[in-house]
């Protein structure tokens, strides 16, 4: 009879301890944010639809969400995809005076961190290509982009050297969508560099490169 009083009693003892225990490492709620991982299009229009993808939290067709765009706060929608929304430019957004917007997003009161410089305007300097993708000293190598400005005191190309050294081409012919530029002397392989300027009332300095490299030949 003591034995299955002392084995109760164990019992017992053992199931407090590993409540108490329980309590003891038992985590806080986490509050999920989410988190902004693309934006498509980058470059946009006024009244053009653009889609944001994040992590961080589930959305449904009855999630709460919002995005604000330079602290415009606007209405937006569950795409239909996992963890993807989408929303509207407002007319007349982008202007002289406004080519570049932040953007946060709210779902369900959970607010991601601002993300600067996310959505351009479609009057913003941006590359395309260049041809050709090999070339040697001297040659003349044509950029194609949009919105360059079309002054040579305010739109320059550079190449690079031995230990990525800037070396500035000479530019030939300049308009909004066309740089041609001889490959100067000491070229190597390597990307293209292009500083041109916004065409608006608050010009700003925009540097901007090529992902891919253009290879210098040297024979």
């Known amino acids: 009879m003591k034995n299955k009083i002392l084995n109760t009693s164990l019992i017992v003892l053992f199931f407090v301890v590993f409540v108490m225990?329980?309590?003891?490492?038992?985590?806080?709620?986490?509050?999920?944010?989410?988190?902004?991982e693309s934006v498509n299009p980058i470059y946009a229009r006024n009244e053009e639809e653009v889609s944001v993808q994040f992590k961080g939290v589930g959305i449904n067709n009855t999630s709460k969400i919002n995005i604000k765009i330079n602290k415009v706060e606007l209405a937006a929608q569950y795409?239909?995809?996992?963890?993807?929304?989408?929303?509207?430019?407002?007319?007349?957004?982008?202007?002289?005076?406004?080519?570049?917007?932040?953007?946060?997003?709210?779902?369900?009161?959970?607010?991601?961190?601002?993300?600067?410089?996310?959505?351009?305007?479609?009057?913003f300097p941006k590359l395309d290509r260049f041809i050709p993708n090999i070339a040697r000293i001297g040659d003349e190598v044509t950029i194609y982009g949009y919105n360059f400005m079309p002054d040579t005191n305010k739109t320059s190309v550079s190449f690079f050297g031995n230990n990525n050294t800037s070396l500035k081409?000479?530019?030939?012919y300049i308009d909004p969508e066309v740089i041609k530029v001889i490959v100067p002397a000491n070229a190597e392989t390597n990307t293209i560099a292009v500083i041109t300027g916004t065409n608006d009332v608050n010009y700003s300095v925009v540097p901007l490169l090529f992902t891919e490299n253009i290879r210098i030949l040297k024979y």
Do not use: M, R, W
């Not at 081409?169 to 030939?172: E, H, L, P």
């Open 21 to 36: 225990s329980c309590k003891k490492t038992a985590q806080p709620e986490v509050s999920l944010i989410p988190e902004i």
């Open 79 to 123: 795409s239909g995809y996992h963890n993807v929304v989408k929303f509207k430019i407002p007319k007349s957004f982008f202007s002289s005076t406004t080519l570049v917007s932040s953007l946060e997003v709210e779902i369900n009161g959970k607010t991601s961190k601002k993300v600067d410089n996310a959505i351009y305007s479609n009057f």
């Open 169 to 172: 081409g000479k530019v030939t």
